[in-house]
């Protein structure tokens, strides 16, 4: 019998169909995964290492959708805000698959080469080496929180049970995807800002405390 023209089966195959499972509200698991593309459990084991290798398949569909690569920025601050865009809007898109690749470690080519590109452009930004991960994970920590945060219900705060400026506030705020875009600009651009003024602090050394012009003299004034 002739062999068929295509793969009944393949990583990309199992990652897509295990992010339509996750995505549609359902707990991944190989059985119900298996019964989905049609196939044995045993036959997922020829191409995923089990569960955790199910996952790692889901995030190598995603990178190479989201993550391409581009062309280089030019400056630190573009790259950065690029790399970041791209990461959040595939996490934003599948918060729940997010929560599954945050539960394996990381080794696919196009998710280290969003790190690698991040690691450069913090070098080039003039950032310390011994602050450059630590700042990488801030930023890993504030893409995934920004990319849950479109699980939140439309309405966060009740203003009916809230006070003072908080109520005053609550009622122009933006609802929704709006409220998530928002939220996503603000923090990367509070990061960003934070990224500069470590790098003047690391390059200029830290202020000295000014002097009150009234108290110089000591304490005899």
């Known amino acids: 019998m002739a062999r068929p023209r295509t793969a009944l089966l393949s990583r990309d195959i199992i990652g897509r169909a295990a992010i339509e499972l996750v995505e549609s509200g359902h707990e991944l698991q190989l059985v119900p995964l298996a019964k989905r593309l049609g196939v044995s459990v045993s036959s997922l084991y020829h191409h995923v290492d089990g569960r955790d290798g199910v996952i790692h398949a889901m995030r190598e569909v995603l990178v190479v959708e989201y993550v391409t690569p581009v062309p ?51 070098d080039r930004a003039g950032l310390p080496d011994d602050e450059i991960l630590s700042t990488i994970e801030v930023i890993d920590a504030f893409s995934f929180g920004a990319a849950l945060d479109a699980l939140s219900p439309d309405t966060i705060l009740q203003s009916e049970r809230t006070s003072g400026k908080l109520a005053s506030l609550l009622p122009r705020r933006a609802t929704g995807a709006v409220r998530n875009r928002e939220v996503f600009d603000r923090g990367l651009d509070l990061i960003i800002a934070g990224i500069s003024a470590r790098v003047r602090e690391a390059r200029d050394g830290p202020k000295s405390p000014s002097r009150d012009p009234g108290r110089q003299g000591g304490l005899r004034g």
């Not at 690749?101 to 998710?111: K, R, S, W």
């Not at 790190?115 to 452009?121: R, W």
């Open 72 to 122: 280089a920025a030019d400056g630190w601050e573009d790259a950065i805000r690029r790399e970041v865009e791209l990461m959040w809007r595939m996490y934003a898109d599948h918060p729940r698959v997010l929560q599954l690749m945050l539960t394996v470690v990381i080794d696919e080519p196009g998710a280290l080469r969003f790190y690698s590109t991040l690691t450069d452009a913090l």
